[in-house]
């Protein structure tokens, strides 16, 4: 599709156009498949994933759910990210559980 990036989604292994301005996750449900998700504007950190590789744009409105080291990581919030470039390919390693202080074994 022109002026689509692609988004290659884990665990579903499948890659999907992310049309201009579309998020990643709203990709994914237009195509039919389901992602865990909330509020789709980046508030409440449901649709949390990793970024494997690739560019990609994470919108500034995402800075109360995900932590500036979040951020350097890759970590993004699929309702706010969007490919950088129509030949961006993201590949989006599933969803990551929220750091809540004080519970053993969660990853931020």
Do not use: W
């Amino acid at each position: 599709m022109a002026g689509s990036a692609r988004a290659t989604i884990q665990p579903f292994g499948e890659t999907f156009d992310v049309d201009h301005g579309e998020s990643v996750l709203g990709a994914v449900l237009r195509n039919g498949r389901h992602l865990n998700h909330g509020c789709k504007h980046g508030g409440c950190g449901t649709c949390r994933a990793e970024v494997v590789a690739g560019d990609y744009r994470l919108d500034d409105r995402t800075s109360y759910a995900l932590r500036d080291g979040d951020r350097a990581a890759g970590v993004v919030l699929l309702c706010s990210t969007t490919g950088s470039c129509p030949a961006a390919d993201v590949d989006v390693l599933g969803h990551r559980r929220r750091c809540r202080p004080g519970r053993a074994g969660n990853k931020s």
